[in-house]
């Protein structure tokens, strides 16, 4: 397993955007996929996006297309979510995941993972 750390919650206005990071603490970031997930309160975890370990290819829950962007820099070893128009409704933990490559890529479900960040708070005042 990898160590996730993330960064980049806070307070937020409506409208507004936010660059959520998440640093992993491995040398071969690049074998891994990563996933976004969130969970709001009183809510199951629900899926975002992710990255296959190259960059090359994403998958969304279609509901997050167009104000969610998920990308990576592997000389950094970081995944990053930029989440622009933030709603209310947006208000959750967001969680960073990662598991070893396993292709083809197509991983998006909570049980894909293995390797869990903390999370960050994200709060969307309206």
């Known amino acids: 397993q990898v160590q996730l750390v993330e960064s980049g919650g806070g307070l937020v206005q409506a409208g507004g955007s936010l660059r959520l990071s998440c640093a992993a603490s491995t040398r071969t970031f690049r074998s891994y996929e990563m996933g976004w997930f969130r969970q709001a309160p009183g809510k199951e975890r629900e899926f975002v996006a992710s990255?296959?370990?190259?960059?090359?290819?994403?998958i969304y829950l279609d509901s997050m297309k167009g104000r969610f962007t998920i990308s990576r820099d592997n000389a950094k070893n970081t995944v990053y979510l930029q989440v622009n128009d933030l709603e209310p409704e947006d208000t959750a933990v967001y969680y960073c995941a990662a598991r070893v490559s396993l292709p083809p890529f197509r991983a998006r479900n909570r049980a894909d993972f293995n390797s869990w960040g903390q999370g960050t708070q994200v709060t969307v005042a309206s």
């Open positions: 990255i296959s370990g190259s960059g090359g290819t994403t």
